[in-house]
């Protein structure tokens, strides 16, 4: 029997990406086999309501450790709002990936995170939004970009508005791109 490929998701928030990573798991071929907070949120109940193991931590040694604890192949951040230690990125180097809710590299970096990216794409008076899949190096979303999605920005778009079409398409986008990493890891 194939084994199912392992990723572990790194969440912050309020975890709709990872609920979408969780509801998509048969479709794309994958397995949740950890979620790991950094404090304490609904993304943690979310993966404990699916029966998935969790690590609220902050310590990047016991978050390693767990990772090899169960077997992960691929970490996911999906809204995880803390920037990994350097280590991490080189021992894991083409094995962690983000989504970020702009059309990288427009809109990325440092402070740039949720609500923030829509308001700046609005006031940047861009005609396009969207999201990105990228690989996560040691630089704030600047590693290499895997995909996009793009959603056109209307004319009454609030950040609110934008922000909920750009979500939706992160759904779809993420747990995709998980699916065919998977084939090609
Ligand atoms: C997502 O839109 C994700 O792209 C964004 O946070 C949201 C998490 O929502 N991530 C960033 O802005 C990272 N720079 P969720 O907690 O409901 O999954």
């Known amino acids: 029997m ?15 990406t990872l609920q979408a990573l969780i509801d998509n798991q048969a479709l794309h071929g994958y397995h949740v086999a950890l979620v790991v907070a950094n404090r304490p949120c609904t993304a943690l109940e979310r993966a404990q309501a699916a029966a998935i193991p969790t690590l609220q931590s902050k310590d990047w040694e016991a978050i390693d450790q767990a990772l090899t604890d169960n077997h992960v192949q691929l970490i996911v ?3 995880f709002l803390a920037i990994l230690p350097e280590w991490i990125c080189q021992k894991w180097a083409q094995r962690i990936i983000n989504i970020h809710p702009s059309l990288l590299p427009k809109h990325g970096g440092k402070g740039m995170y949720g609500i923030h990216v829509q308001e700046a794409v ?3 008076g861009d005609t396009e939004a ?3 899949v990228h690989y ?10 895997i995909a996009q999605a793009t959603v056109e920005v209307l004319p009454d778009d609030t950040p609110e508005t934008l922000s909920q079409r750009v979500q939706a398409e992160e ?14 890891l």
Not at 2 to 16: E, Q, Y
Not at 171 to 184: A, D, F, M, T, W
């Open 2 to 16: 194939k084994t199912l490929f392992n990723i572990a998701v790194l969440a912050s928030g309020t975890g709709t």
């Open 122 to 124: 609005l006031a940047a």
């Open 77 to 79: 951040l999906a809204g």
């Open 171 to 184: 759904k779809k986008l993420l747990p995709r791109i998980i699916g065919e990493l998977s084939i090609n």
């Open 136 to 145: 996560v190096s040691a630089e704030v979303d600047g590693g290499n970009i």
């Open 130 to 132: 969207g999201c990105t």
